[in-house]
C-alpha cells in the first residue's frame, strides 16, 4: 500500500473518531470591548486561554474520551443588564438546552445576578476571579460558604486575606484596633464596595473600628485630603481599595508631600503596614519607569513593606496535577494563539493570574463532567466511588446529557455534586472544587 493511500485511510480514520464524538458545549461569560480602567472589564485575554484549556481536555486519554469541548464567547461587557440579555441567549428557546455550563463571569456584579438565576433554570457556573463578599452566605468566622447553590468560584482570596488581617489586629499584641480603608471612588465600584463591606462585616464581629478615607483619580485635591487625614490618624493598618492603575498616582502624591506612611510610630512602636489587592502584579514597583512621576526607590520609602495574596502559575511541579499537561508548554500555547489571534484585535493583555485561574475554572468544569457522565449512579443519585471498575457505558450516558441539556434540575445538582468532589492541584494551585 502507497503512502498516500496509508496518509489517506489515517485521516479518514481521524475524521470519523472525531465525528463519532459528542459535543459539550461550554459557554464564556466575559466582559469585552468596554475599555474603563480596570484590565478586568476588558478581559478578551482569557479567551484563549479557556480555549488552550478545552483543547487540552479534548486531547487527553484521561478525560471526556467520547466528547468534544468547544466553547462560545457570551460578552458581557461587564455589565449586568447586558449579561441577562446574553443569559437569555445562553438558555435558549429550544427545549433542549446547547451549552452544558457557563465558565465566568468575572466580576461580583455581574455575577451575583447570573448565579441568581442559576437554580431556576438549572445550569451550573464556575467563575475564575469574582472574588466579592456579596458573594457569602453569612460566613462564620472559621468558614465561608457560598451562597449560590448552582455557582462555584475559584478565587477568593481578597476575602481570604482580609479574614488573616482580622484575625491578626485582634489576636496580636500590636493593639491593632483600627484599620483603614483608602478608596477610589469610581464608576465600575463593585471590587471596591465588596471590600468596604466585608471589612465592616468582619470588624463589627471583632471589635475592631474601621476608618474610610476616599479620592477621586486625577482629582489631586481630592487625594491631598485622604492622604493627610491618613497621617493625622497615625494609620497602622491601611487597606489600598483601589487598582493598580491608580497606585502609583497615591503613592508618588505621598512621596511628593513626604507623606511617609512607614516611618516608626513612637506611640506603638511599631511600623505601619499597607494592604494591597491580589490584583496587583507580583512586579508592580519594578514596572515604575522613567516616565513616571517618581522612582522605586520613592514608592519603596512611602510603602515599605506590603501584605498582599498573590497567586499565579504553580510551578512547583514539571505537569499541572491531575490534568498530565506541562505548565511551560501550556503557557507557550497560549502565548502563541493569544499573539496569532487576539493580540491585534483587541484592547487586551497576556492574564498571567487571572489566566491560571480561567485555566482551571475550564478544567474543573470539564472534569466535573466527565465525573458526571461517565460515574453517576442516577439509581443511587451519586457519584460512583470505585470508579476503576464501574463505568456508565454509552447509553447511560447519553441518558443523563439529554437529562442535563434537558433542564432536568436533579441532573444538574448532580453534576455540581461530581464537580465538588474535584481535588486536584491546578495552574492557580487552588484544586479544590467547592472552595465556596
Known amino acids: 500500500m502507497t503512502t498516500a493511500r496509508w496518509y489517506i485511510m489515517l485521516h479518514l480514520l481521524l475524521y470519523e473518531t472525531q465525528a463519532n464524538k459528542t459535543h459539550l458545549n461550554i459557554a464564556l461569560f466575559l466582559p469585552g470591548e468596554l475599555g474603563g480602567d480596570s484590565n478586568f472589564l476588558n478581559s478578551e485575554g482569557l479567551i ?6 478545552r483543547d487540552q481536555i479534548n486531547n487527553s486519554p484521561d478525560f471526556l474520551q467520547d466528547y468534544e469541548v468547544t466553547t462560545d464567547w457570551f460578552n458581557t461587557k461587564g455589565d449586568a443588564g447586558i449579561a441577562i440579555h446574553q443569559l437569555f441567549n445562553f438558555i435558549g428557546t429550544d427545549e433542549q438546552r446547547k451549552y452544558v455550563g457557563i465558565v465566568g463571569p468575572i466580576l461580583t456584579s455581574v455575577t451575583t445576578y447570573v448565579s441568581e438565576m442559576a437554580p431556576f433554570f438549572n445550569y451550573i457556573t464556575v467563575s475564575p476571579t469574582a472574588s466579592g463578599a456579596s458573594l457569602q452566605q453569612d460566613p462564620s468566622e472559621d468558614h465561608l460558604t457560598y451562597k449560590y447553590r448552582n455557582s462555584l468560584r475559584l478565587h477568593a ?80 493598618i491601611i487597606v489600598a481599595n483601589f487598582i493598580q492603575d491608580h497606585a502609583l498616582e497615591v503613592f508618588c502624591e505621598a512621596a511628593s508631600r ?4 512607614m516611618s516608626e510610630d513612637p506611640e506603638h512602636g511599631g511600623r505601619r503596614v499597607w494592604i494591597l489587592p491580589s490584583s496587583f502584579s507580583d512586579t508592580w514597583i519594578d514596572e515604575i519607569s522613567k516616565d513616571d512621576p517618581c522612582t522605586r526607590e520613592d514608592v519603596i520609602k512611602i510603602v515599605g513593606t506590603y501584605l498582599t495574596s498573590q497567586f499565579s502559575w504553580n510551578t512547583t511541579k514539571p505537569n499541572i496535577i491531575e490534568t498530565g499537561y506541562d505548565f511551560n508548554e501550556t503557557w507557550k500555547n497560549y502565548t502563541k494563539k493569544f499573539n496569532e489571534e487576539w493580540k491585534d484585535k483587541c484592547d487586551c493583555l497576556l492574564e498571567s493570574k487571572a489566566g491560571s485561574l480561567m485555566y482551571d475554572s475550564v478544567w474543573t468544569l470539564g472534569q466535573g463532567l466527565h465525573n458526571f457522565l461517565y460515574y453517576f449512579d442516577m439509581e443511587e443519585n451519586t457519584v460512583r466511588k470505585d470508579k476503576e471498575r464501574v463505568r456508565n457505558d454509552k447509553e447511560a450516558r447519553e441518558k443523563l446529557l439529554q437529562g442535563l441539556l434537558q433542564r432536568q434540575g436533579n441532573l444538574t445538582a448532580a453534576l455540581i455534586n461530581a464537580t465538588k468532589e474535584l481535588s486536584y492541584e491546578g495552574a492557580s494551585v487552588r484544586g479544590d472544587g467547592d472552595p465556596y
Open 48 to 53: 484563549p486561554m479557556a480555549e488552550v484549556a
Open 258 to 261: 513626604e507623606i511617609n506612611f
Open 157 to 236: 482570596v481578597e476575602t481570604d486575606i482580609y479574614k488573616a488581617i482580622m484575625q491578626l489586629a485582634s489576636k496580636s499584641k500590636c493593639n491593632w484596633d483600627n484599620i483603614h480603608i483608602l478608596t477610589a471612588e469610581r464608576s465600575e465600584s463593585d471590587f471596591e464596595d465588596s471590600v468596604i463591606e466585608e471589612l465592616e462585616r468582619m470588624g463589627e464581629n471583632r471589635n475592631i473600628a474601621i476608618h474610610q478615607y476616599s479620592f477621586t483619580p486625577r482629582n489631586t485635591k481630592s487625594l491631598q485630603i485622604a492622604l493627610n487625614d491618613l497621617k493625622k490618624s497615625k494609620a497602622r
